[in-house]
């Protein structure tokens, strides 16, 4: 080929690609998130605290926060722009958030700013990397792949112990764990029981006690803080999505159907829950000994901690919920389909045939 | 105009035996001197023309309503048909009174209903929708995976289980909203339409809505409400109003008789000047049927205007032959005279109002150019009737003689020095320096105060639900309940997303499109969006067993394809080339119509490329939205189109541009003060009111042309712009405010009507033809006092009222006095 043509072929190339790509294609982990008054009906995924502060993420990566007990909101600024699907602060200050295209966000003031630690293409790459570290073919194979992908899978969990040890987990198996903050992961795929690279939808950690909970009955436990994992017998074959701890070491699985299970002996064996609704159920909370579940139609149940019985709690009219957390004013906050809520602060209270 | 002939071309012949019967031009003599056959032709015209009347259709199409010129239409109509009638839709709300849908008795009546309207004309079955539709479906997650089916249950027989297993499927099929009402107490049924039947027909609106009227009559008695929105049912309603339009007409008929009855005192002529002004009617009505035109809710105004103006045209005719009649002229030779002195005139006139509705032809909506051809035929119409028929007839029936008499006493009464009337005198006011600096000077606040006002002019529809229609009607209380329960709003707004084929799912255009959801979903008045991108979304949670953390468009192209492959029709087109992005708003004001149009302009210009482009506009606010832009554009270049034939037309007949002024200036400020008007009484400018300034404009200059033109004439002899005044007020004036009063009752019976644009336009016109004949009368002496030149005025006493008029150029519509006087 000659030097002429060969430049002639890069023109043209060159040209269809400015006529074509007059748009520079679109990526969600260098998109910061939009803001916009939109952001205040956005759906969202989760909701904690950070201190006073009420935290919740969802959507397009949108952050919001309120200062005072769920009753204002204010969107953060966000530098990606995949779905949150969870968020956790350890302390007022120092938080993580993780989601779609695997990312791992941290904030190190209380949410208002955050920064990217972990992306699915890295995510890929650690595992891969740790993959031919371990001279292992299969799951090298299986790391490859993840490369290939790309960052199309979401991180659905995350559990961090302190300000420097946590552990996220997500779609197929996905697992990384960070003892320095999130400035380096290590994969931890290789230590879970999970050879069909089922979802991971939830984790909760207690001490030493460590629980994941996912696709198909899917039940781990460690009890040395992750350093062996063991497949608990699960009591149901579908779909795990929620997880809690008792401040008694009891261990609440919520999944498909509305099925619900609580194990009083560190996961040996697991007593099924009275629920009166059997709709699948999305996330559970622990907070002023009470169990909080919202199940997937949006309604929230509730029981005491320790006790099979739950009841629905009647809500105020609005969109579905998704999540709830306990503002620090007592009152109950939720979030879902169409943005942050503040539910009646009675919801609790005694008077209501809630509390036994 | 009224340029006066020359004084010396009318010979006086009292008797039918002195006049030559071969004077006159070819013209007058061709019609006088056969007035049998005239009369007889007008006859078979009129039956015929009558006969033709009864075939006249009323409709209102949805194609002519819209600016089909304009980018954003054409971007529909190329791609309509891909858009499975989204532009013309019906729904019908089916209330359960006793409660829940969740009802046996409920869901059967639903079922008869759901089968009648399947069978309507004009219903796309393909892509109707309601809970007995196969196409209504539900999607559920179990331990095993997906399963799906339609919402009502195989084997569905009415027992509580079956009713049970319907609400489970309703609440897993995402149709609570959409075909559920948020309170589960009613359901929809929604019916597109299209454009023809199967026949090759257009649809026939009327029909249709009748045909839903009456389900909604049969089935309301069975336990159920029916609610009914869309556009078809909103033109059935108009076209029922359009039948009590027929009484206002009466009415408007019986009125003007009335004024001018008072007027004249004459039965026989007053009875006459009727029938010639129907008899044009009826001719106007019978042509449209032959020319292939529909009246529409429109154009059904124009025969009242047609109407009054005959009125007004007749009304000079008839005061020139009383007159004549008066001063002892056979009833044949005033004919012939007054014909000959009015005919170029009131051509002239007639040219004059056509002018005001031409202009109308430059706007590109295509029932505005049909009320323009309307109402130019109507017009045309008018030559005939009133200014040949009437004045032929007149010759045969001729006067009441005591009202022959009467029509002179005022003119008699000034000659013999009993003064002016006290009306005259008031008028006279103005050419004097006070009273012309004071009515000036508030005029100029008025104008600079209705500006500032009109600032605040408003494009487009401002008032929720159709603003076709009353705020309190059916239609509109239906509109609002369905707003009300159901989260879709009948405000929709469509952006087309175009790709290559097969190309509708790629995620970098889905991504694109998913941030245009967005961009929109920020916007004040965008209630809610859907898109392939969102249902992406939704339907990912959904496949990965309902657990929302999955809500997000993922960049998995396999993913991506098999959602799009299973997703419902409306949101992408056959061969994946053209994705539809929906915005629901919460209402249709322009402001809000106009953020949605920049905002998609402006991501359409960062975003298009060869993968993906986005056009606008569709769906009922796309193409307001567009209808908005035009109606804009045009109501300002109608405004000079307007005004500068007006100002021609003024030129040629005064040729003087100081003259032009007094005679525009007052038109001006009402055309100013038209559009106070409606800021103040909530109107906004769109296609109902955009014809009503031209209107007002092109027939109001008509006074201005009656009263300068006599004012010039006096001026150039010399006169006093005092004494100039009165004369023209003497000759003309009197049918100045004849016209004007004639001509805002024949409008403002529109008041009444249940339709609401035809109540705004009337009230609009009314209050244009009072003003302007109030500015014809007031405003123009008092500008003609600061902008004409008035020669030196020697003395009071030379210019005597009889010396004068001897001087005089025939007046428009007095005859010269010499017969009374001697």
């Known amino acids: 080929m000659n030097k002429n043509r060969k430049a002639l072929a890069l023109l043209v190339l060159a040209m269809a690609s400015a006529s074509a790509g007059a748009v520079a294609p679109l990526d969600v982990l260098s998109l910061p998130a939009v803001q916009g008054a939109q952001a205040q009906h956005a759906v969202l995924l989760g909701i904690t605290r950070a201190g006073e502060r009420l935290v919740a993420v969802g959507e397009r990566g949108i952050v919001l926060l309120s200062d005072d007990n769920g009753a204002t909101w204010r969107q953060a600024g966000v530098p990606v722009s995949s779905t949150l699907t969870a968020v956790q602060f350890v302390d007022s200050k120092q938080g993580w958030a993780v989601g779609h295209a695997g990312v791992v966000l941290h904030s190190g003031d209380g949410g208002e700013s955050w920064n990217l630690q972990l992306d699915g293409k890295r995510a890929a790459a650690v595992e891969l990397a740790a993959a031919q570290a371990a001279a292992d073919a299969p799951r090298q194979a299986n790391a490859e792949r993840l490369v290939a992908d790309g960052a199309d899978k979401p991180l659905l969990a995350l559990s961090f112990a302190n300000g420097r040890e946590g552990l996220v987990v997500g779609a197929y198996g996905l697992a990384l764990h960070t003892d320095d903050g999130g400035q380096t992961w290590t994969s931890w795929m290789d230590r879970l029981p999970n050879p069909r690279g089922l979802h991971l939808y939830a984790v909760a950690q207690q001490g030493q006690q460590l629980y994941l909970a996912g696709e198909q009955g899917l039940l781990l436990g460690s009890h040395d803080g992750g350093g062996q994992f063991s497949a608990l017998t699960s009591p149901y074959e579908g779909s795990y999505f929620s997880l809690a701890l008792e401040p008694a070491g009891g261990v609440v699985v919520g999944g498909l159907r509305g099925n619900l299970f609580r194990s009083v002996d560190q996961g040996v064996s697991f007593q099924a829950l009275t629920n009166p609704i059997p709709i699948s159920i999305n996330a559970a909370v622990v907070a002023d000994r009470q169990l909080l579940l919202v199940n997937q139609a949006g309604g929230l149940l509730q029981g005491a901690v320790g006790s099979d019985a739950l009841r629905p709690v009647a809500l105020p009219p609005g969109a579905p919920l998704l999540a709830v957390a306990k503002a620090a004013d007592g009152a109950l906050v939720g979030v879902g389909f169409a943005g942050p809520q503040r539910l009646a602060a009675g919801a609790t209270a005694p008077h209501t045939s809630i509390a036994e | ?822």
């Open chain 2, 1 to 822: 105009m009224h340029v006066p002939s020359s004084s010396a071309a009318t010979p006086i012949h009292s008797t039918l035996e002195d006049f030559d019967s071969r004077s006159g031009s070819l013209l007058e003599r061709a019609l006088f001197n056969h007035r049998r056959l005239v009369l007889l032709i007008c006859l078979l015209v009129t039956a015929l023309l009558g006969w033709q009347a009864t075939r006249l259709e009323l409709n209102a199409s949805f194609e002519k309503m819209i600016p089909n010129d304009h980018p954003f239409i054409a971007n529909y109509l190329e791609h309509r048909q891909e858009l499975s009638g989204l532009g013309n839709a019906v729904r019908i709300a089916v209330i359960n009174k006793k409660g829940s849908i969740y009802d046996a008795a409920y869901l059967q009546t639903l079922q008869q209903l759901n089968d009648e309207v399947y069978l309507l004309p004009g219903v796309d079955r393909a892509f109707m929708k309601s809970l007995w539709t196969p196409s209504t479906r539900w999607v559920g997650v179990t331990e095993e995976g997906l399963e799906g089916g339609p919402v009502i249950p195989d084997g569905y027989d009415g027992s509580a289980q079956s009713l049970e297993a319907l609400q489970r499927n309703i609440e897993r099929s995402n149709e609570i909203g959409q075909l559920v009402a948020f309170d589960q107490q009613s359901s929809i049924i929604y019916l597109p339409l299209l454009a023809k039947d199967a026949d090759g027909k257009p649809l026939d609106y009327s029909a249709l809505a009748q045909q839903l009227e009456s389900l909604r009559g049969k089935y309301q008695q069975q336990g159920i409400e029916i609610r009914i929105t869309g556009f078809a049912k909103v033109v059935g309603d108009l076209i029922d109003g359009l039948r009590q339009i027929l009484l206002f007409f009466a009415a408007a008929i019986v009125i003007t008789a009335v004024v001018l009855y008072w007027y004249t005192r004459c039965l026989r002529s007053t009875t006459l000047v009727m029938a010639c002004s129907l008899v044009a009617v009826v001719w106007q009505l019978g042509l449209l049927p032959l020319l292939g035109y529909q009246l529409d809710p429109y154009s059904v105004l124009v025969p009242f205007l047609v109407f009054a103006i005959g009125m007004s045209h007749g009304a000079q005719k008839m005061n020139g032959i009383m007159q004549d009649i008066g001063r002892g002229m056979h009833r044949l030779v005033a004919a012939r005279f007054t014909f000959r002195r009015l005919f170029l005139a009131g051509l002239t006139a007639l040219l004059c109002d056509a002018v005001g509705f031409a202009v109308l032809m430059i706007i590109k909506i295509q029932v505005i150019q049909d009320l323009a051809v309307i109402a130019s035929i109507g017009v045309a119409v008018l030559i005939f009737t009133n200014l040949i028929l009437l004045p032929v007839l007149l010759s045969y029936v001729g006067v009441t003689p005591a009202a022959a008499v009467r029509s002179l006493r005022s003119e008699q009464a000034e000659i013999d020095g009993a003064g002016k009337q006290a009306i005259w005198r008031f008028l006279d006011l103005f050419t004097q320096r006070r009273w012309a600096t004071v009515c000036v000077l508030l005029a100029a606040v008025l104008a600079g105060g209705g500006y500032w006002v009109s600032l605040h002019l408003k494009i487009g529809d401002l008032d929720a639900g159709a603003p076709e229609l009353r705020a309190d009607s059916r239609y509109n209380l239906d509109n609002a309940y369905l707003t009300q329960h159901y989260g879709a709003s009948s405000d929709i707004f469509a952006v087309m997303v175009k790709t290559p084929a097969g190309g509708c799912s790629s995620y970098d255009t889905l991504q694109r499109v998913d941030n245009l959801d967005w961009q929109l979903r920020g916007l004040p008045g965008v209630d809610a969006t859907n898109s392939l991108a969102l249902l992406n979304r939704r339907v990912l949670v959904g496949l990965s067993e309902g657990n929302p953390k999955w809500y997000e468009l993922v960049n998995n192209q396999a993913t991506l394809n098999m959602v799009t492959a299973g997703a419902p029709r409306g949101l992408y087109n056959e061969d994946c080339s053209l994705l539809t992005l929906y915005a629901y708003l919460t209402d249709h004001k322009a402001d809000t119509l106009g953020r949605v149009v920049d905002s998609v302009q402006a991501f359409a210009k960062d975003n298009d490329s060869e993968q993906a482009q986005f056009l606008l506009a569709a769906g009922s606010a796309g193409i307001e939205a567009a209808t908005n832009i035009v109606v804009k554009q045009a109501s300002h270049e109608m405004l000079w189109w307007v005004y500068g034939a007006v100002i021609v037309l003024c030129l040629v007949t005064f040729r003087s541009w100081r003259a032009v002024l007094c005679a525009v200036l007052p038109l001006v400020l009402t055309s100013i003060l038209c559009e106070a008007l409606m800021v103040w009484l909530g109107i906004g400018v769109k296609v109902a009111t955009l014809p009503v300034i031209a209107l007002g404009v092109g027939i109001g200059v008509d006074y201005a042309l009656y009263v300068m033109s006599i004012v010039l004439a006096q001026l150039r002899q010399g006169a006093s712009l005092s004494q100039a005044y009165y004369q023209a007020l003497l000759f003309t004036g009197k049918v100045v405010m004849l016209t004007g009063v004639t001509l805002a009752i024949g409008v403002g019976t529109w008041i009444f009507s249940p339709i609401k644009f035809q109540a705004d336009m009337g009230v609009l016109l009314a209050f244009m033809f009072v003003w302007n004949m109030v500015g014809a009368l007031i405003l123009l002496p008092a500008l003609a006092y600061f902008l004409l030149p008035q020669k030196p005025v020697v003395s009071q006493a030379v210019v005597k009222p009889q010396t004068l008029r001897e001087t005089l150029p025939e007046p428009a519509t007095k005859p010269p006095l010499h017969a009374a006087i001697r």
